[in-house]
């Protein structure tokens, strides 16, 4: 049954060989009447197979999988395949532009937006694309984020817990054969929770793979390079890309965020100081870092305390902070 929505394309899912084209998203404006938003679109067929939906853009201020999808779109040619890939490098194409995590448009959070709507705000639309259309066409989907401008991460790929455990090995195996340094099964409890692209994909029993690979609104190299070996091995892995050259995985070590205590959030406004690295191993207890008051020179910085122990997955970016940002959080091994 076809889906209702109002974003419509040229390219045909079902048809073989290399299509590039866009998805057309309405926005009717004052300059506009008729007009609609480009989101670029690659698909990819040869045959029957395992159709892989592969997107990055969904926040616009992350880089590493952008530029890893592009790097793919070009390089692959139909024989080298066997089923199917769709390609959607910049999923959420205004923050793209933009240059912003969120859309310009309608201020929308694409990765808080899940499952969205048909006929809600151009962002809600797009959510509504990726969960009614492509889902139901997808084997596998990859989502490949980054810190973004307020976040820097230590190169990492993610996983929902698994709801069976059948779900749980399969998500595992995936996490393995992306073969990230550091992995974690997250419910995504201070981040996205239920309004995810991955929760709506696991909604349908897809399979869904989450990077944070570097941010801070520039490129990793490191975070780069996992990118397109960890995509090029779970497309061996499905069968999809039979003969690619791969770098063989690293073991990962699979860790968990431990709920709301794995935060450190900053109470007040200032400056932030931090006292830990990424990737550093620290103790609950251990001070996590300072906010100095630029607005009170002579009142002491506000110290901040690590909650649990565990690795540093993640530090805000940006120095200038308010009350109730995040600026740390921590991962446990999963045991
Ligand atoms: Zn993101």
Known sequence: MQAITRIWTPV???????????????????????????????????????????????????????????NLARMISPSDLRGR?????????PAVVAGRRVSPIDEGNLNRMFPG??????????????????????????DLHSGGRSLQYVPSALVRPGRTDEESARLR?????????ISFVTDGAGGGGLTTLAAAAQDKNIPALTTELGGGSTLSRNGLELAEQGIRRVLKHCGILPRIVIEK?????????AGRSAFVYARSRGIFEPAAKLGEEVQAGQVAGSIHHFDWPMRPPETLHFEASGVVACRRAPSLTNPGDCLFKVMADAG
């Open 12 to 70: 045909d899912f079902n048809a073989e060989g290399k299509q590039t084209d866009c998805l057309r998203l309405p926005h009717s404006t004052d300059v506009s009447a008729y007009g609609w938003i480009p989101i670029p679109l690659v698909c990819i067929r040869n045959g029957e197979g395992p159709t892989a939906l592969l997107v990055s853009g969904n926040h616009g201020d992350e880089y590493e999988g952008q530029v890893a999808l592009l």
């Open 85 to 93: 890939l769709i390609i959607l490098p910049a999923l959420n194409y």
């Open 117 to 142: 709507g048909a006929f809600g705000s151009p962002t809600q639309m797009i959510a509504h694309y990726v969960s009614e259309v492509l889902f139901p066409l997808a084997d596998v989907v990859i």
């Open 173 to 181: 195996k995936l996490l393995e054969v992306f073969g990230a340094p």
């Open 249 to 257: 995985a690293r073991a990962t070590r699979v860790m968990k965020v």
